[in-house]
């Protein structure tokens, strides 16, 4: 068991189970610490669940504050996540010789010297925890004294059952309903994939997280066994343990496997498996939690890749290999090669003192300082020089090489070291075919920087054989950390041989010969001689190309998807904004049409109240941005041929570039139609127009293009605005098309432009993209999805309707303020007026008037019933009911799919009081479909 244990989800969910985190001491634990305490004689005594990043303390004996307050701590203070993360009692007779805890907060700040803690294992085999003593004086712990802490143990977690049980029955007190409601909840949404399977093997169900890891739609899934996803050699495994399942021989099992993509592609998955009983407690099916685990499964193969091939180098060395158990501070040498100078296997103990006594007194403490420090660095590898004690009695002076192993915590777990007396070296043929065998290039260089060996992997990695380390001197080179160029003595070959220094996994981006880029991993190590002196030096390449280029693509497709959810989210706030303050419009400028109405032409107020409404409607158009970018606006698309948008709107563009920037145009004669709203292609073109100006206070040029594309295989035509303006600094690009967000010093814009550019090509089926770099300029290109059908003109010329009606109308306006201005309005112009607050008031008032009422005039969105759910009920006993829509959130405004029914209308807010009169009269006059 390895601290992996402390990461593993189904741990982790039976200590969520238990219901004990974060809450209140009880006389149950309470008494449980405090026997311990005495019986053992220590100071404090604790009992703590272990998350996968802190301590909870549900009971504390002795500790000081403000801990003791807190009652929870970070893992760096814990000694208790070993024996969590183990499974196993941890016995500390002094921490500051443990080679773990000798660097532990706890033994710094808290004193803790002396440790002795038993896990807390739950029935069916989690480990929650830890029951430990702590004393701050180092002592020895005797068996009893752990049979003891084991007991208690056992008592704790007799109480954590209780609790959990507890727990477990309230839970289901909630409801059978309620419960199976979160359940497909949970099971739908939940991120990890989640499957019911059959008894025989079929999958029942399957959520959204397991269709998107396989690849695979739901409905080419259920019905099929699950076998068919998985990969042949991992079948009878698979099979074996479902049958143990079962036969009733486990509750549940947890088992790592393959499953095949369509494309062939093999995904891993952890996989955990448990058997449900039906009401009479037979097997009824399977559920399966699936996780994919590709990535770690491919790092530990990197990581066993690059062990086994430093192993080899190792072995076929002839040096003395150790491991060292950094959990248990125990030291095993390795019986496939020989013991260390001249040793037998019966001279050696599995101790790290037997290697710590024969280090010679005067380099003990920098040896042991130096790997101290490695470890605790988070340092992958360690070397040094010292005197090792032989069989003899004298000492011998080696060179010790370590891997530091981590879990994937980053936790230090073990150290594989290996020991080569340099007393004595001569050349190894055996050596040499291992290295000519490994996949990593290697150099071996003498004093004066010649290439005495190069293996043909190095060959393959740069592209060549050099004799010398004056070849590096010609490359070109750049550290991949900072992008600087490599200088000739910053090499790690030349630091060796130059200064002695030792360097690991330094990444660098080189242009080969053949001119090609690659990123390698360089370790340079130097060599001396028994008396100091360096004598040359060795260097290990790895290529790591392909592995930077995935890292870079998933980098990519990671911000991508944060800045395509972000924009969402702030679109769908933008839209929600809009809608509310459109019927604040509504109202202000119903009123200002009332009053205007009723004022003489020359009376003083007019111009006032005139003032007002000219501000409602420009705030009206700072919505109508609002809900471009969001998305949410009604659009009126025909057939459009963008040379000819772009011809009849370039003077217009020309003025309002200005004198001091120069239009010009590239369009392609051979261009495709687009289906589009022309009005909206228009104002995303004038706004890119403006923010090229912006861009360029000293003058310049804007060029303006058209061009047919092709995406993903799509067919597109493009329009591209470029300028020679300022450019757009790295940093800004992701959030230049969120609304607000200007780079315009001093209140120079509202931030709106952009956003509403990218709002309308969204809407529109298409997609945008910009080009940009400081002083460089920037070109935006849109993309919208190419026509392919008949180029007739699309529309109705409008004329002017009639201003007043005689007819009655049932009003349904939720907003009383606009409620209240609209039916007065309409009043003033003849209608006779029922007014209803919302969808159930509606159909009181509309079954009391049903042979009066000639149209219904609705708001869309309204608390309760919404318009379109009141017009299908109204419908439902009238069907030829002439209805007029309202509403300052257009998505989808019109019906619920979308689509306009006869005798149907639809007026945005806010509106005017002839917009409101014109679209009445439209709706009125219209014939019904037969």
Known sequence: MTHSLLLRPDRLAALRQTALLDTPPEEGFDRLTRMAARLLGAPTSLIALVTDERQFFKSAIGLPEPWATRRTAPLSFSFCSTVAGTGEPLIVEDARRHPLLRHSQALRELGWVAYAGVPLISPDGHVLGSLCVVDRMPRLWSERDIALLQDLAASAVTEIELRREIARRRQAEQGH???????????????????LISLDGRWIRVNRALTELLGVPADDLVGFPEEVRTHPADVPADREALRLLLAGETRSYTVE????????????????????????????????????????????????????????????????????????????????????????????????????????????????????????????????????????????????????????????????????????????????????????????????????????????????????????????????????????????????????????????????PAGLRKTLRLSSIPLSTPDGEISGAISLAEDITETRARDAAERQREQQLQQSQRLEAVGRLAGGIAHDFNNLLTGILSYSDLILQELRPNDPLRSDVEQIRDAGQRAAGLTRQLLAFSRRQLLRPRVVLLNATVTELAPMLQRLLGTEVQLETALDPELGNTWVDPAQVEQALVNLILNARDAMPAGGVVRIGTANAELEGQAYVSLTVSDTGVGIDPSAQPRIFEPFFTTKQGGGGRGLGLSTVYGIVEQSGGRIGVDSAPGQGATFTIYLPRYWGPEAA????????PEVGTETLLLVEDEAAVRSS?????????????????????????????????????????????????????????????????????????????????????????????????????????????
């Open 794 to 801: 699309i529309g109705i010329s409008e004329q002017r309707m």
């Open 177 to 195: 309903r309620e419960n199976e409601e979160q359940l497909y909840s949970t099971f739908e949404q939940a991120g990890t994939g989640m499957a």
């Open 822 to 930: 609209v039916r007065r309005l309409l009043e003033w112009h003849g209608y006779t007026v029922l007014e209803a607050r919302n969808g159930e008031d509606a159909l009181r008032v509309f079954e009391a008037h049903e042979g009066e009422i000639d149209l219904v005039l609705t708001d869309v969105t309204m608390p309760g019933m919404s318009g379109h759910e009141l017009i299908e009920r109204l419908r439902a006993r009238r069907p030829g009911l002439k209805v007029l829509f309202m509403s300052g959130y257009s998505e989808r405004a019109l019906t619920t799919n979308g689509s306009v029914s006869p005798g149907t209308g639809y007026l945005e807010k806010p509106f005017t009081v002839e917009m409101l009169m014109r679209r009445l009269r439209e709706v009125l006059q219209q014939e019904r479909e037969k």
């Open 257 to 512: 496997k393959r499953f095949l993509k369509p494309s062939g592609e093999a995904v891993w998955a952890l996989v955990n498996v448990a058997l449900v009983a039906g009401a009479e407690g037979q097997p009824s099916h399977l559920i399966a939690a699936i996780q994919d685990i590709t990535e770690r499964k491919l790092a530990e193969a990197s990581l066993r890749a690059r062990e086994e091939g430093y192993r080899l180098i190792i072995q076929g060395s002839g040096q003395a290999i150790r491991q060292w158990d950094l959990v248990t501070d125990r030291m095993t040498w390795d019986p496939n090669v020989a013991p260390p100078l001249d040793y037998s296997w019966s001279d050696l103990e599995d101790s790290v003192d037997w290697w710590y006594q024969r280090i010679h007194p005067a380099d003990r403490e920098r040896v042991v300082q130096s790997i101290d420090a490695a470890i605790t660095s988070g340092a992958s590898t360690w070397s040094h020089e010292y005197r090792f004690q032989t069989v003899a009695g004298s000492f011998a002076v080696v060179v010790d090489r370590a891997s530091i192993i981590r879990d994937a915590s980053g936790r230090p777990e073990r150290v594989i070291a290996a020991m080569a007396d340099i007393t004595r070296s001569s050349a190894s043929e055996r050596l040499e075919q291992v290295l000519h065998a490994l996949p990593f290039g290697i150099w071996l260089m003498d004093r004066q920087g010649h290439i005495v060996l190069a293996n043909p992997a190095s060959r393959a990695i740069w592209e060549e054989v050099p004799d010398s380390l004056e070849w590096l001197d010609s490359r070109t080179a750049w550290w991949a950390s900072s992008g600087q160029p490599v200088q000739p003595q910053e090499w790690g070959p030349s630091r060796a041989l130059m200064r002695g220094e030792s360097s690991f996994d330094e990444e660098v981006l080189i242009e080969t």
